[in-house]
């Protein structure tokens, strides 16, 4: 396989590796990398098979990283999540499969908490808190049910 590659090609090859290597990336992210190393059409291909052939481009260790990390670290909900991986070029079918391995208490009790922290520093009026609590976490991707839900035990 490495004698597919010239010299030249061999040096983006390494480069997009070490891409890959530094976090775990989709095909899309690699695709949009090689478009500006300005790699030919023909090329791509055949470097994006090299790095799925050796591991260093798999989509569904990055689908559920990217689920895991975006929702721990970034606590992003399941609605941006499920869009932030559609953007990227994720099949439907594996971001539902990596979606759907969250348990319901586990996705509660993350909301619970992260909700419960952002309460103590709205500030404004009763009105005001509330609207900046449903925009916050509208724009993270929770759930309607979850964000009202959570208002009344607050109310």
Do not use: H
Not at 15 to 39: A, G, H, M, P, W
Not at 58 to 79: P, V
Request: hydrophobic letters at 30%.
């Amino acid at each position: 396989m490495l004698t597919d590659f010239s010299e030249q090609d061999w040096m983006i090859v390494e480069k997009i590796q070490s891409y890959c290597i530094y976090q775990d990336r989709c095909e899309k992210e690699v695709k949009k990398k090689l478009y500006t190393f300005n790699v030919e059409k023909d090329l791509q291909p055949k470097i994006i098979n090299y790095l799925i052939d050796n591991d260093y481009l798999n989509e569904e260790r990055f689908t559920k990283l990217f689920i895991q990390g975006k929702l721990r670290i970034k606590k992003w909900g399941k609605m941006k999540l499920k869009f932030e991986l559609k953007s990227r070029g994720v099949e439907n079918s594996m971001i539902d499969k990596y979606i759907n391995e969250i348990s319901d208490d586990e996705y509660t009790a993350y909301f619970n908490e992260f909700s419960s922290k952002k309460i103590k520093f709205l500030k404004g009026t009763k009105d005001q808190k509330k609207r900046s609590f449903i925009n916050y976490f509208a724009y993270r991707g929770w759930e309607n049910y979850l964000i009202y839900q959570k208002l009344k035990e607050i109310s």
